[in-house]
């Protein structure tokens, strides 16, 4: 992702205090209270701009969002993103009082997730076109290696989910093996994503609209991580089984 122009890009994200986190190590186990509630918390790992986690928060205000990326530039591109899907007209209304109450957008680096959340203070981690990182010699730096997806185990609840949006078909190869690999089970996996078209529910991301608009297919598949929605999984298994 090309990043342009950094003057005056951290004072802005600063200033931002009830959107942005720039020192989520200390709400490891305080996100509900910060949220002001316990709703689900649904995290976006490598939001990049932003149009997903802003439009979900919208579409879905009884569930807590958090969009993380690494970058300052990004942050603030997905804070402007934000402000424009819930109408925040200044710059005054998004500095005070929570504007956005299930939004947070969180700089931090997602090799030290584990640092940032507790265990279980999760429900959903969304990844979505994550960096393939193509070459052998950096497969560990892939965001579904599962050094990564240990990390993920320990801070989803016993509704947790892994849900993954690619279009990169080395990365789905390779994350379906990782997720195999650990004893994982998977679901709704899909090589076409939109090969009907684009559903109007479905939320894009701005990596997918850019590929689906060059014809290019999307895969996702969904794993199934928590207790209690592996026995539900399981369960609906059964009852098509004996149908
Ligand atoms: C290819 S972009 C996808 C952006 C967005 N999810 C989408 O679908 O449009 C991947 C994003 O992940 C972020 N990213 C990659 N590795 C990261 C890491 N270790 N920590 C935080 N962000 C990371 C990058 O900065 C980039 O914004």
């Known amino acids: 992702m ?129 960096d393939p990182w193509p070459k052998k010699k950096h497969a560990r730096r892939r965001l579904t290696h599962p050094g990564f997806v240990e990390k993920y185990q320990q801070i989803l609840n016993a509704n947790g989910e892994i849900h993954l949006k690619t279009d990169s078909q080395s990365l789905f190869e390779f994350s379906l093996n990782s997720f195999a690999d650990m004893g994982l089970r998977m679901r709704n996996i899909s090589l076409n994503l939109h090969v009907d078209g684009i559903h109007p529910d479905h939320v894009m991301t701005e990596y997918e609209t850019k590929f689906a608009g060059q014809g290019m297919n999307i895969h996702r598949c969904e794993v199934v991580i928590g207790e209690n929605v592996l026995a539900s999984h399981l369960e609906q298994l059964n009852k098509a089984k004996s149908e």
């Open 2 to 130: 090309r990043l342009r122009g950094r003057k005056g890009i951290r004072e802005d994200i600063e200033r931002q205090k009830e959107l942005v986190v720039l020192n989520a190590k200390d709400y490891q186990g305080k996100w509900a209270e910060l949220f002001g509630n316990n709703n689900p918390i649904h995290a976006e790992l490598g939001m990049g701009k932003g149009r997903f986690i802003s439009e979900m928060s919208k579409k879905y205000p009884n569930i807590n969002f958090i969009g993380v990326d690494m970058y300052d530039e990004l942050i603030r591109k997905a804070s402007e993103k934000a402000k424009n899907a819930h109408e925040i007209k200044t710059d005054e209304e998004a500095e005070s009082a929570p504007s956005i109450p299930n939004l947070k957008l969180m700089l931090f680096n997602i090799e030290h997730i584990e640092e940032a959340f507790a265990e279980g203070e999760l429900e959903r981690v969304y990844l979505n076109f994550s």
